[in-house]
């Protein structure tokens, strides 16, 4: 896509939405690409620990369903704790998909917070970076982490904005406007994400762009709440771009004017 005003720029390629989607927990392939469309995400994640992307050749294929010649695969090292097990995964990835450098790291600390482990992530980056891969990186929301991710040379860094999964929003806002002020690539937020005012505030907040999976796959109705996703998205965008009134507390201000009223 050639480059708008406004495009999400990552790795030198123009994107024209900023809402990134995962491709699991899906109850099938169907509802999978009915998502997609519905979010109008121009770019996939795909975990290549779970989904079918061509290791087996016996199973249905997501590359069948979402055709890498329509949209942007975004490989990621879901289900790694290391470093080097991270590493292979994103190799196999780059076979499996012809030689594709784009990836998203994630490098977790524990099975049940899903918590990056930093000093890994760290590592595996580096590695990665040095081995020609374009490196998308999920990171805790730590101002100093984000920004070695991106001295290492990631061409994105990715927050969590609270644990994969929760559905609890935005916890520490504070936080991710350090990033965002801090950081020379794109910052997106990815994790905890739960409905569309998350998204709305996330991009409120100056973010580039969001990622998601369960927030949409773990709806009552998938394909609804990714349509307003992608709203939400819009929308914090635009409001973003806007810049809203400043708040002032206790200094009510009528929204019309008081001098040249009739009769006075």
């Not at 101002?143 to 990715?158: F, S, T």
């Amino acid at each position: 896509m050639s480059a708008t005003p406004d495009s999400l720029v990552i790795a030198g390629k123009s994107y024209g939405s900023r809402l990134l989607v995962g491709t699991g927990k899906y109850k099938d392939f169907a509802e999978t690409r009915a998502a997609v469309d519905a979010s109008g995400a121009e770019i996939v994640t795909v975990a290549i620990r779970r989904m079918n992307i061509g290791q087996d050749p016996n199973q249905p294929s997501l590359l069948d369903t979402l055709p890498p010649s329509q949209y942007t695969y975004l490989p990621n090292t879901a289900g790694c704790y290391t470093a080097d097990d991270a590493i292979r995964t994103l190799r196999l990835a780059r076979e499996l998909l012809d030689g594709h450098s784009l990836v998203k790291l994630e490098v977790l600390g524990d099975p049940n917070t899903l918590f990056p482990n930093m000093p890994e992530t760290l590592k595996a980056a580096e590695v990665l970076v040095k081995d020609g891969f374009q490196v998308m990186v999920y990171c805790s929301d730590d101002p100093i982490q984000a920004k070695l991710l991106e001295g290492i040379g990631c061409v994105a860094v990715m927050p969590l904005a609270s644990l994969i999964g929760s559905g609890m929003g935005i916890l520490n806002p504070w936080n991710l406007k350090l990033i965002i002020e801090a950081a020379k690539v794109p910052v997106l937020v990815d994790a905890g994400v739960g409905t569309a005012s998350d998204a709305a505030i996330a991009m409120e907040l100056g973010c580039d762009g969001v990622l998601m999976n369960t927030a949409i796959a773990g709806a009552q109705n998938p394909v609804l709440m990714a349509g307003a996703m992608k709203k939400a998205v819009e929308a914090g965008r635009e409001a973003f771009l806007a810049g809203r009134m400043p708040k002032k507390f206790y200094s009510a201000s009528p929204s019309s004017p008081t001098s040249g009223l009739i009769g006075s």
